[in-house]
């Protein structure tokens, strides 16, 4: 049973994996590892390179914003709108164009006009040295502008500056502060952050029973990593009792949603026959969408399948190619893999 082997060593208490040489304390190095394919691609990047950066996080943020306004609605903004409104539609229009400089210039305006938008761009500028010199004690004072404004990105963004201690001190309270705030607001990474808190007691007291609740409204909300949570909360009997039933149905609603994490989680349940029939063609299926996402723990997992012929025909050359990119991934195992099969083909010469 290599891939439940595997699956029981990487279970986890909280987001840091039992058995390492310590937990991994940064809630934001924590939120990195789950998986989040769409939002927090450079996020995994980040953790599985060592690097900590709240840039990360505002590239989440700033990729909402932009989001909101689309080339049509921007016109209509420019003929129509207050002139914060247009300022910040210029910006994100000349920053769709990579006029980085001018960008800068009208996220500047919409910022001093007030608009709390153009105050997480203008911080987000500040932060990654866009169209100006990097400033993170900048980003710092207008994320916290933008968040005393009413902006929920921008408590998101201020809650990780305080957490990870960039342009001002280290203040995990103040961190579980923002995080609340976000979280009351309905913003699902806010959820998310607010569980972790709970969950590892961080800026409050310990609660799992509040933790679960957290992921549960982001899990109920749609958000796949809310999914994902939720059904690791049901697996490991965090906050609620075991019942591996549930734990594959927000698994399967985690995947479907595109959570890396959650379709390895899916893969190993049909894999095992872990709340449903054993199926190793539906797990290998799962196994590979998470590898083509760049899931280092997926093309592990894909490359055995290939190794193994599980739910495959065996295919030695397929399972080598998963195997390296994993392990160019940081994939321990892959890592090890692959001196396995150096090590066999040393031997058959």
Avoid at 222 to 228: I, K, L, R
Avoid at 288 to 309: D, H, T
């Amino acid at each position: 049973m290599l891939l439940m082997h595997w699956r029981e060593n990487k279970l986890c208490c909280g987001f840091f994996e039992v058995g390492s040489a310590e937990p991994q304390q940064s809630l934001l190095n924590i939120a990195l590892r789950l998986g989040m394919k769409k939002m927090f691609n450079l996020f995994v990047s980040l953790v599985l390179s060592g690097t900590l950066s709240v840039s990360a996080g505002t590239d989440v943020v700033a990729g909402r914003i932009e989001s909101k306004t689309t080339s049509n609605g921007m016109e209509k903004i420019e003929e129509e709108g207050a002139p914060e409104d247009m300022y910040l539609s210029k910006g994100l229009k000349c920053k769709r164009e990579r006029k980085y400089q001018e960008a800068f210039k009208w996220f500047k305006k919409a910022a001093e006009s007030g608009s709390a938008e153009g105050q997480c761009s203008l911080g987000f500028c500040y932060e990654k040295g866009t169209g100006t010199d990097r400033d993170i004690g900048a980003a710092f004072r207008w994320y916290k502008k933008a968040a005393a404004n009413g902006s929920v990105d921008g408590q998101i963004l201020l809650g990780l500056c305080y957490e990870l201690g960039k342009g001002t001190a280290t203040n995990i309270g103040e961190a579980f502060k923002c995080y609340k705030i976000a979280a009351e607001n309905g913003n699902a990474y806010g959820q998310i952050l607010l569980g972790m808190c709970y969950e590892l007691g961080k800026g409050t007291t310990t609660d799992i029973a509040a933790s679960f609740r957290c992921y549960k409204i982001a899990a109920e909300n749609g958000n796949a990593n809310g999914q994902y949570m939720l059904g690791l909360c049901h697996e490991l009997g965090k906050g609620t009792d075991i019942n591996t039933g549930e734990a594959f149905r927000w698994y399967k609603k985690a995947a479907e949603n595109g959570s890396a994490d959650g379709q390895v989680s899916l893969g190993c349940f049909y894999e095992n026959g872990i709340g449903v029939a054993k199926d190793k063609g539906e797990a290998f299926k799962w196994f590979k969408k998470a590898a083509e996402s760049g899931s280092a723990e997926g093309q592990f997992l894909l490359g055995a399948c290939y190794e193994l012929g599980k739910g495959v025909p065996k295919d030695k050359d397929e399972a080598l190619r998963w195997y390296k990119k994993g392990a160019e991934n940081g994939s321990a195992e892959c890592q090890r893999c692959l001196r396995q099969c150096e090590k066999k083909e040393g031997k058959g010469r």
